[in-house]
Antibody
């Protein structure tokens, strides 16, 4: 069955970088886009952006341009989110989600989330 | 960017009640509106997509309505497992945005 499995929790110091992964199982990876969603502690969902897994073309949310970078390794059906120059307010749970885009568009399968904690 | 405003932000109800949550978009989004359920520490799960379509496996007590700018999620005959936070989500065009969430609590 379709599954997205994310890498484990990360504890980083301010100014460092982190790279989290999202590995897809159970479908052809390049057929569906991957979106990234952030959820700060006790807060709602924020769209970080998306990557077209066929072309590699990314789209970033307004607040996520510059320090956030999406990448792919299609040979292992994996998407990555890299965040540089980490700040305390980057502390959050980061989800990847598969984008079903046909007649309708929705995020139909989600990873379990990766907690990134930024603290000195 | 398209803003989504949900109301109420929180809601208390009892098992067996019916509740409705509304979501208003800052501009027309046709039917590009989804609803997700999220339980603490878990990933969101889609319950309604394209404004009115019930996701496979979701109980029929969940229903969605609306188009354009005004949308509603209704849950009839609440069950204990329905108490969660619900988010609306528009995919009319990037940037995709979410509503701020509605926390549904047991009275």
């Amino acid at each position: 069955q379709v599954q997205l499995v994310q890498s484990g929790s990360e504890l980083k110091k301010p100014g460092a970088s982190v790279k989290i992964s999202c590995k897809a199982f159970g479908y052809t990876f390049t057929t569906y886009g991957i979106n990234w969603v952030r959820q700060a502690p006790g807060q709602g969902l924020e769209w970080v952006g998306s990557i077209n897994t066929n072309t590699g073309n990314p789209a970033y949310g307004h607040d996520f341009k510059g320090r956030f970078l999406f990448s792919l390794d299609t040979s292992v059906s994996t998407a990555y989110l890299q965040i540089s120059s980490l700040r305390a307010d980057d502390t959050a749970l980061y989800f990847c989600a598969r984008e079903y885009a046909g007649r309708v568009t929705m995020f139909d399968h989600w990873g379990q989330g990766t907690l990134v904690t930024v603290a000195s | 960017d398209i803003q989504l405003t949900q109301s109420p932000s929180s809601l208390s109800a009892s098992v067996g009640d019916s509740v409705s949550i509304t979501c208003r978009a800052s501009q027309t989004i046709a039917s590009y509106l989804n609803w997700y359920q999220q339980k603490p520490g878990k990933a969101p799960k889609v319950v309604i997509y394209a404004a009115i379509s019930l996701e496979i496996g979701v109980p029929s007590r969940f229903s969605g309505s609306g188009s354009g700018t005004d949308f509603t999620l209704t849950i009839s005959s609440l069950q204990p497992e329905d108490f969660a936070t619900y988010y609306c989500h528009q995919t009319y065009g990037p940037p995709y945005t979410f509503g701020q969430g509605t926390k549904l609590e047991i009275k």
